[in-house]
């Protein structure tokens, strides 16, 4: 019975335990077709956003992500390289901002920088709005102030071409928010200048005429720029810089804003051509460059609020000629340095030049001028 039972269950059982593996061989092979399936559905799902022109949300919460949790600048801007083209369908304009989405806390401020202008607008153009006041609030040079707990969006319109516009999605959180804000946006900068970094200086323009001290860039009546130099903008670096400067400003309570930034030759031209004959040429070369002598040209000098002696004195000059050097900045043109710089006192003029030199400037008193620290002059040969 035994033997019997044994032998006549064996030939089944062996039929049953081949089965049993030709089914479990099928079993493993549907899991994996639907593991593979799986893991197309998840690539699938991720492309969207790499490929572009894709949803609004899908780039605002990608532009999020990256503000939030990157920590490491240059992480920060090779990510951030990717994700500005599928930011742009949602702005739908040719503005290009440094970031599209803003966590502030109540009473902390931040500015988003404006890294590219519609063609032939510039910051002279800009028109900041803000959908909910009572949220955030803007002024018109960009800078955002959190009033109350909650989200709004600010507009930044062109004041040319109304059609062009770029929104800012405002997160306003309560007070506690503000260091890790501070620590991951890295939009502000402390005051103190241990905190700022070192400015670097800025590149070496490739113009044969250009007059360089080390790797300072000289222009002034001695040494000119020839009329085909057109950079067009601000050098980024002294532009990138600047905003600092006017976050730095900012969280001492003050507002410091281009005026005026790069000009061109003939856009120079045409303002000291006014200016000789309103006062003469004599008196004209005393405040205003002629064409190809102007620093404006160069995109490394900027003058900042009311451009007139009326800014001498005020809390953002007391503020700039005590902290500009922190950001690579100087006062181009000193009080009582007419005889050296060829210029009046000029308090809202500020040139970049790096921490290097800037910091050695203001270890010589800070009023000592580019034509003091190179022996150099400044002066019209005719
Ligand atoms: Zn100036």
Same mark, same amino acid.
């Given at each position: 019975?035994?033997?019997?039972?044994?032998? *006549?269950?064996?030939?089944?059982?062996?039929?049953?335990?081949?089965?049993?593996?030709?089914?479990?061989?099928?079993?493993?092979?549907? /899991?994996?077709?639907?593991?593979?399936?799986?893991?197309?559905? !998840?690539?699938?799902?991720?492309?969207?956003?790499?490929?572009?022109?894709?949803? @609004?949300?899908?780039? *605002?919460?990608?532009?999020?992500?990256?503000?939030?949790?990157?920590?490491?600048?240059?992480?920060? @801007?090779?990510?951030?390289?990717?994700?500005?083209?599928?930011?742009?369908?949602?702005?739908?304009?040719?503005? =290009?901002?440094?970031?599209?989405?803003?966590?502030?806390?109540?009473?902390? =401020?931040?500015?988003?920088?404006?890294?590219?202008?519609?063609?032939?607008?510039?910051? $002279?153009?800009?028109?900041?709005?803000?959908?909910?006041? #009572?949220?955030?609030?803007?002024?018109?040079?960009?800078?955002?102030?959190?009033?109350?707990?909650?989200?709004?969006?600010?507009?930044?319109?062109?004041?040319?071409? %109304?059609?062009?516009?770029?929104?800012?999605?405002?997160?306003?959180?309560?007070?506690?928010?503000?260091?890790?804000?501070?620590?991951?946006?890295?939009? %502000? @900068?402390?005051?103190?200048?241990?905190?700022?970094?070192?400015?670097?200086?800025?590149?070496? !323009?490739?113009?044969?005429?250009?007059?360089?001290?080390?790797?300072? &860039? !000289?222009?002034?009546?001695?040494?000119?720029?020839?009329?085909?130099?057109?950079? +067009?903008?601000?050098?980024?670096?002294?532009?990138? $810089?600047?905003?600092?400067?006017?976050?730095?400003?900012? =969280?001492?309570? &003050?507002?410091?804003?281009?005026?005026?930034?790069?000009?061109?030759?003939?856009?120079?031209?045409?303002?000291?051509?006014?200016?000789?004959?309103?006062? +003469?040429?004599?008196?004209?070369? @005393?405040?205003?460059?002629?064409?190809?002598?102007?620093?404006?040209?160069?995109? &490394?000098?900027?003058?900042?609020?009311?451009?007139?002696?009326?800014?001498?004195?005020?809390?953002?000059?007391?503020?700039?000629?005590?902290?500009?050097?922190?950001?690579?900045?100087?006062?181009?043109?000193?009080? #009582? =340095?007419?005889?050296?710089?060829?210029?009046?006192?000029?308090?809202?003029?500020?040139?970049?030049?790096?921490?290097?030199?800037?910091?050695? !400037?203001?270890?010589? +008193? +800070?009023?000592?001028?580019?034509?003091?620290?190179?022996? /150099?002059?400044?002066?019209?040969? #005719?």
């Amino acid at each position: 019975m035994d033997n019997r039972d044994f032998d *006549t269950q064996r030939p089944r059982k062996k039929a049953s335990r081949e089965t049993i593996r030709k089914r479990q061989l099928i079993a493993l092979c549907v /899991i994996a077709l639907l593991v593979l399936i799986l893991i197309l559905l !998840i690539a699938k799902a991720c492309a969207p956003s790499s490929k572009g022109g894709e949803t @609004t949300p899908t780039a *605002t919460t990608t532009t999020a992500v990256i503000i939030t949790t990157t920590t490491d600048p240059a992480l920060t @801007t090779t990510v951030a390289t990717t994700t500005t083209a599928p930011a742009e369908p949602e702005n739908n304009s040719d503005f =290009k901002l440094d970031k599209y989405v803003i966590e502030l806390a109540v009473g902390g =401020k931040d500015m988003p920088r404006v890294q590219e202008y519609p063609e032939g607008s510039g910051e $002279w153009n800009e028109n900041w709005s803000s959908s909910d006041e #009572n949220i955030a609030t803007v002024d018109k040079w960009g800078n955002i102030t959190g009033v109350a707990e909650g989200e709004c969006t600010i507009t930044l319109r062109d004041g040319l071409d %109304t059609t062009q516009e770029v929104n800012i999605k405002v997160i306003v959180k309560g007070k506690s928010e503000t260091a890790s804000e501070e620590a991951t946006t890295g939009a %502000t @900068t402390e005051p103190q200048s241990a905190d700022v970094g070192e400015a670097p200086a800025p590149s070496r !323009i490739n113009v044969a005429e250009a007059h360089y001290e080390g790797d300072t &860039l !000289i222009v002034n009546k001695t040494y000119s720029l020839p009329q085909s130099y057109d950079p +067009g903008d601000l050098d980024p670096t002294c532009k990138e $810089w600047f905003y600092k400067l006017a976050n730095g400003a900012a =969280k001492d309570g &003050l507002n410091i804003y281009i005026s005026s930034g790069y000009r061109s030759y003939d856009y120079q031209s045409q303002i000291y051509n006014n200016y000789v004959g309103i006062y +003469g040429t004599e008196t004209a070369d @005393t405040f205003s460059a002629r064409p190809g002598n102007s620093e404006h040209q160069s995109g &490394l000098a900027i003058d900042v609020n009311i451009i007139d002696d009326s800014f001498a004195g005020t809390p953002e000059a007391i503020w700039l000629a005590e902290h500009c050097w922190e950001y690579g900045f100087i006062i181009r043109y000193p009080e #009582n =340095k007419q005889a050296i710089t060829g210029y009046k006192y000029e308090p809202w003029h500020i040139r970049y030049v790096g921490s290097a030199i800037s910091k050695q !400037i203001h270890d010589m +008193g +800070g009023d000592t001028t580019l034509e003091e620290l190179f022996g /150099i002059t400044s002066q019209y040969q #005719n």
